[in-house]
């Protein structure tokens, strides 16, 4: 329960209206089921969950609607069939849907193996109400995927001079074999029983690499921050519930990934790690 209150405490911005509050927190205390929520929250925004779930990626531009640069999505009105293109309503309903499926998630989360599977069933859990690809793996670009952050390595969080530097993702043709290898990677941490918590903590910052994968084409942090506190939790190493609030670590855990992509240095992960796993197993059990 103490994940889930972590979860309410995401709740902010003006997508903190009262009657979000109402649902997340309904949903938390087991009310309200995560479903009706979700269409709840639809239908008071005027639209209706798409069906049709007929729609898969040939290549990276059609994850676009036309003509537009917005995603296609699922939430749709009888004028945009391929889904809202306003982004600003789109990112509302966006954020609201997901916090109803993350708060679903800690009293019924995805089961697995902490395999590339389980990752695209996490994915799927959080965002297909949205997306009708959920769950399945990013289509291209054949080249890799360039996006520009702030620097997180010379400058300090939130630092307006900070420059932009070029951060790049795996091609969508090699996202697969680059995904196998890091799992197999984590498979065998999984399976050593005698590895001691610093151990575990080096093995689990050099699966950072998956954040460079991107196995998706949008929803990667989200799911990958969930998929790593079950994961922890299996290894044992203890879960500070605050790690999941905005005043706690996960903006840095966020900066740390964002350093470890543009110097392939997994350092400040793996000390992000560290702070974030303390307290004791009594914290971990109450997050299950």
């Known amino acids: 329960m103490q994940w889930a209150q972590a979860v309410i405490s995401m709740v902010d911005g003006p997508e903190a209206a009262g009657q979000h509050r109402a649902r997340v927190t309904a949903v938390a205390a087991e009310r309200m089921s995560a479903d009706d929520a979700v269409l709840e929250t639809i239908h008071a925004a005027g639209l209706r969950r798409s069906e049709r779930r007929t729609f898969r990626a040939r290549s990276f531009e059609d994850y676009l609607i036309p003509g537009t640069i917005g995603l296609r999505n699922r939430l749709v009105d009888d004028e945009h069939p391929d889904g809202i293109d ?40 959080i965002f297909s109400d949205i997306f009708d690809w959920a769950g399945t793996e990013r289509v291209g670009p054949d080249t890799p995927l360039v996006r520009y952050a702030r620097d997180s390595t010379q400058y300090a969080p939130g630092d307006p001079e900070a420059i932009l530097v070029r951060e790049q993702y795996y091609p969508g043709p090699e996202i697969s074999e680059a995904a196998t290898a890091i799992f197999t990677h984590l498979q065998l941490v999984l399976a050593n029983t005698s590895l001691s918590r610093p151990e575990k903590l080096e093995r689990l910052a050099e699966c950072g690499e998956l954040n460079a994968v991107h196995p998706f084409r949008d929803g990667n942090g989200r799911t990958m921050f969930v998929f790593t506190l079950w994961m922890s939790a299996h290894l044992g190493i203890p879960i500070d519930p605050a790690s999941c609030l905005p005043s706690g670590s996960r903006s840095d855990m966020i900066i740390a990934n964002r350093a470890y992509q543009q110097t392939g240095d997994f350092t400040q992960l793996k000390g992000t790690f560290d702070h974030i796993y303390g307290g004791d197993q009594t914290q971990t059990q109450a997050m299950l």
């Open 86 to 125: 306003d982004t600003r309503l789109f990112r509302e309903l966006e954020i609201q849907i997901t916090h109803l499926r993350l708060v679903e998630l800690t009293f019924n989360p995805a089961e697995g193996y902490f395999d590339y599977d389980h990752l695209k069933l996490t994915h799927r859990r």
